[in-house]
Structure formats: C-alpha cells, structure tokens
T-cell receptor, first 113, second 114 residues
Framework: GENVEQHPSTLSVQEGDSAVIKCTYS??????FPWYKQELGKGPQLIID?????GEKKDQRIAVTLNKTAKHFSLHITETQPEDSAVYFC????????????FGSGTQLTVLP | ETGVTQSPTHLIKTRGQQVTLRCSSQ?????VSWYQQALGQGPQFIFQ???????GRGNFPPRFSGLQFPNYSSELNVNALELDDSALYLC?????????????FGSGTRLTVV
C-alpha cells in the first residue's frame, strides 16, 4: 500500500518568513495530493490540493509543487503569520472506488511574532 | 450550509466495552469516511460508506464496523475496546466516493479507553 513520509516534524519560523514542508510517497499510481491544516481541538481543514497532471498550484500565500518522477511534493507558505501556526498534514491517494487518503505524520508549524 | 458534526465530542470507556460514534454529513454530501488519529500521528483510514454500503476498508479488524443511513449520516461502532483504541475519531464527508471530490472533516470524537 501507499506510504507517505513527511518532514520536518517541527518547524519554527519568524513572522514574515517562508515555510516549506516536504512529503514523499511510494505508490506511483497516486494521483491526488491534498494538504490539511489542523488546529488544536479541530478536524483537518483542506488548504490546497494538487493532481498529478499539474506540477504547481498557488493560492495566495500558499503553493504546492509536485515532482512525479521523484515522487515528492511540497507545501510552501510565504509571508507567514501567527495564525498559520498549526499542524500540517500531507496526504496521497489514487483514483478508485474508495478514496483512501494516506496521511503523513504531520508538521507542527510555529510562527514566532 | 452546515458542516460535518460529530457526537459525542469526548468519551471515556472501559476496556472490553462497546462504543458508538455518530456523524452527520455536510449538506449535499452522500459519502462518509472514518479515520482514526492517534496522538501525534496522521489520520488512518478505517472505512468509507457510500449508498449505505461499505465502499472500502483500511487495515482495521472486524470489531470496527459502521452504518450509513438514508439521510447519509453514519455511525462507527467499536466492539471489545482495547487500550490502543484510544484516539481521535474523525468523520469526513464528500459529494462522492472518488478522488475528484473534496473531503470535509468534522472536529472528531476523542475516545479514551481505560
């Protein structure tokens, strides 16, 4: 089955700096890669996603890149703000009858004011 | 538009007992998936329900079972609770079972087994 590894497990940045979180996946058939933000006491919230026919996607301060050959994808957050502090999860899945998301182990992002 | 609601928010059970967790899907969503999130880990897929039938299952034993009702709400049942079942249980709904539909997660039920 699919295996997703995520790095780093913790990341501290100064407000206004950029943050990068990286994930690798094992199943070359995976074709959908969402990123979730989870705040304390809440469920994961989808912040951006990318499909395998696209190499990069951007939404305001957030961008995701995908390298299918190397089987890795990354989340980039620019101009970080204290409210960006949360746990971020990457995930991967393949088309099929059930969209079983395989999640990474998470990155605790802390934005220091 | 209401989101995904789960009940209860917290629950304490004794080893060997049975538990039922409930989930109301977001309006317009007909598919419900359940995930288990242990402390400090990413969520793990338990199973998905679509059209009131199980539509895919992760690596969880049969004592984890579920139901989906005609209004698309769902239940997760766990029998013979073990200490390792202590976790946050997340319900996610979507407009369909395939990857082109986005998931909306609820805030979860925190289950503690003592």
């Amino acid at each position: 089955g699919e295996n997703v590894e995520q790095h780093p497990s913790t990341l501290s940045v100064q407000e206004g700096d950029s943050a990068v979180i990286k994930c690798t996946y094992s199943d070359s058939a995976s074709n959908y890669f969402p990123w979730y933000k989870q705040e304390l006491g809440k469920g994961p919230q989808l912040i951006i996603d990318i499909r395998s026919n696209v190499g990069e996607k951007k939404d305001q301060r957030i961008a995701v890149t995908l390298n299918k050959t190397a089987k890795h994808f990354s989340l980039h957050i620019t101009e970080t703000q204290p409210e960006d502090s949360a746990v971020y999860f990457c995930a991967a899945t393949r088309s099929g009858s059930a969209r079983q998301l395989t999640f990474g182990s998470g990155t605790q992002l802390t934005v220091l004011p | 538009e209401t989101g995904v609601t789960q009940s209860p928010t917290h629950l304490i059970k004794t080893r060997g007992q049975q538990v039922t967790l409930r989930c109301s899907s977001q309006s317009g969503h007909n598919t419900v998936s359940w995930y288990q999130q242990a402390l400090g880990q990413g969520p793990q897929f338990i199973f998905q329900y679509y059209r009131e039938e199980e539509n895919g299952r992760g690596n969880f034993p049969p004592r984890f079972s579920g139901l989906q009702f005609p209004n698309y709400s769902s239940e997760l049942n766990v029998n013979a609770l073990e200490l390792d079942d202590s976790a946050l249980y997340l319900c996610a709904s979507s407009m369909g079972p395939r990857s082109r539909y986005g998931y909306t997660f609820g805030s979860g039920t925190r289950l503690t087994v003592v």
